[in-house]
């Protein structure tokens, strides 16, 4: 009896373990991939575009000031 279980214990881990390593792999596969790194890189900068038109309008400011003189090298 007690063999039996230690049989099907084995099996189960056997079957546990293959699992783990066969999803890492096609988990570390799928990140790897151009199609995960283009999906990846429109979500990004889909939030950006978002986000520009905001931040422009609050880093823009409304009023310059004076320009700067030029500069200009004494002749040698």
């Known amino acids: 009896?007690?063999?039996?279980?230690c049989q099907i214990l084995s099996i189960l881990s056997f079957l546990?373990?293959?699992?783990?390593?066969?999803?890492?792999?096609?988990?570390?596969?799928?990140?790897t991939s151009e199609q995960f790194?283009?999906?990846?890189m429109?979500?990004?900068l889909g939030n950006v575009q978002g986000l520009m038109p905001d931040i422009?309008?609050?880093?823009l400011p409304d009023v310059t000031g004076q320009t700067i003189p030029e500069f200009?090298?004494?002749k040698i």
Do not use: C
Not at 1 to 5: A, Y
Not at 37 to 40: E, L, W
Not at 56 to 59: G, S
């Open 1 to 5: 009896m007690l063999n039996r279980v």
């Open 16 to 31: 546990m373990v293959t699992s783990v390593i066969g999803g890492g792999y096609f988990g570390y596969k799928y990140v």
């Open 37 to 40: 790194k283009a999906k990846i």
């Open 42 to 44: 429109n979500e990004v």
């Open 56 to 59: 422009l309008d609050n880093a």
């Open 72 to 74: 200009k090298q004494p």
